[in-house]
């Protein structure tokens, strides 16, 4: 069911996916072994303690095995057991053994998530354990002048709608409010802390505020926001009673946050009437959004005092203490989380989490593997999926001419699918698809872009995105 287009793979030098493997996953390992030490401080149980250090022990044979190019070796059977063989078939088919510097990039970067969920989950006190919790709320509180800028606009938005009960909205500033959203949503992406790696927190504050984004919308080099809008306003308009607009989740913090701004300019205007977030079910590609960050998320903008005016690591680093919030402020962030927990409770916007969403496989194969997941995707007027790696499982992460047809990269997912699949991203790896002929050459002559190695460096760092969509209803 995979495309027969090739794949990116790790033993290609040009490719981002060569230098994920020799320089990005071993620095993200070694984060998360900190990241384990500080956690077995924290404790008294010694039996906890014990546990820890095996964590740790197993952290770093994966970060030796990666950078050391060895084999692939099989997941244990920690009780999701159709899963895992789903994962060992993989690994199998792929040589004997593959080994970390000549597989598929896609799925070897599945399968490294996977098997650290294993490490936590054959624990007897590590089980629930997040491995990226702590850096993904960090992050989160180092974005806070733009969380404060959003909620003040929300506020507003969001009290001038709800004023207009039958949603007869002045259609050009609608239109205007919906483009600015589904950019906030979708710069939004640029903040994952896997790449982080090679970015400062300085440099991810810089890409969140308005101007930087008014600045940024030249860099939206596939855009077809304008047919999403139509799609939208037309399932009103026929007066459709339910129009279920579905998020597949991708970073917490502050790209969680603007997701659920969006979800709430939707629901406010009347072009939804549902939301419906798809999370994760274990800790993937660092920063990606688990159950628990939704609450994190809620609690923190709850008592946004306590949280807000607790220095960062970063802050304590540089020796730095928060300034206090406003009143304005605590009423704004207030607001918004009287409106998100209200919609909550009307079963307006709900959580469905799905372990399909941390299998090793490209979307191609859903409709085959999960019927009753496109089922499900189809009901819905809008599926967005966010960020790279979604974008990657629906372009199957293959070597695409860039100028093919977004609707055609998603194979099995596309327009036959029944499904309405729009995508968010900013680009963050070489596969990239529904680009203007010549778009990708004139990058790559750019500086840094690449031209002269051949490789596709313009792709790597989330400063370009792509906003596409498939209608499939
Ligand atoms: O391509 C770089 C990368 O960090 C990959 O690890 C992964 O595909 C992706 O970006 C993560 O980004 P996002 O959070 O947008 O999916
Ligand atoms: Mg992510």
Redesign the pocket.
Known sequence: FDTKTPKSVTSDPLS?ASE?VRKRWPVILTGTVDDIYKSIAQTEDAEKQAEGKKIVEQLGALKYEVEHNKPLTPIVDDGFTDEVAEYNKEVAALGNPPTWHDVPWLFS?CYMYRRISTFFSTTKHWKEYDLFYRQKMDTFRTSRNAVLELAARYKDFVTELQKDKDATHNPDVEKALFTEMFEVCLWG?AT?L??LTNMTYEDIQKMQGSAARKAAEKNIIANDLPQVYDSLRQARADGKAERRVDFVL??AGFELWVDLVLGGFLLASGLATQIVLRPKSIPW?V??VLPADFSGLLNAIQDPRAFFETPSDDDKLQGKTPTPLSDKEVADLEFVFQHWTGAHAEGQLVMRPDRYWTAGGSFWRLPHQRPDLLEDLKQAELVIFK????Y?KLTGDAWWDPTTPYTEALGPMGPASGANIMSLRTV??DVVVGLPAGKDEELKATPNGGGDTGARKWGWHGKWAVVSFSKGH
């Open positions: 981002f994920s970067e992406n994952d896997s790449l991708d970073n590609f920063s990606d960020g790279d790696l979604n990657r963050k790896a």
